[in-house]
Nanobody, 123 residues
Framework: HVQLVESGGGSVEAGRSLRLACAIS????????SGWFRQAPGKEREGVATICTGGGGTHYADFAKDRFTISRASKNLYLLMPSVTPDDTAIYYC???????????????????WGQGTQVTVS
């Protein structure tokens, strides 16, 4: 069972930079995708970005391309969000799923493990 714990959220002014972190434990040798989703008030949860081991690549939602950067180092997953806007206000979730043929990186059902979420509020 993989546990995910997010940190780094908070209340910031528009234009500021935020870096979210997700501690992933335990480490597994299985091929997995780890990513970030977000859910704004009154909206469905949406994929932000995912990074996969085993040649699965890195994927970004259109709104995140050229804005956010996902990275993974050791036991942590990161999401760097430079110059946030009020539209980025949401609860951000870290998620992990086992990579398989046909894996749909933006589908919540394809992720087996979820963190509790961290609130990001941009004013």
């Amino acid at each position: 069972h993989v546990q995910l714990v997010e940190s780094g959220g908070g209340s910031v002014e528009a234009g500021r930079s935020l870096r979210l972190a997700c501690a992933i434990s335990p480490q597994t040798s299985q091929t997995m995708c780890s990513g970030w989703f977000r859910q704004a008030p009154g909206k469905e949860r949406e994929g932000v970005a995912t990074i996969c081991t085993g040649g699965g690549g890195t994927h970004y939602a259109d709104f995140a391309k050229d804005r956010f950067t996902i990275s993974r180092a050791s036991k942590n997953l990161y999401l760097l969000m430079p110059s946030v806007t009020p539209d980025d206000t949401a609860i951000y979730y870290c998620a992990a799923g086992f990579l398989y043929p046909g894996f749909r990186w933006q589908e919540t059902d394809d992720y087996h493990f979820w963190g509790q979420g961290t609130q990001v509020t941009v004013s």
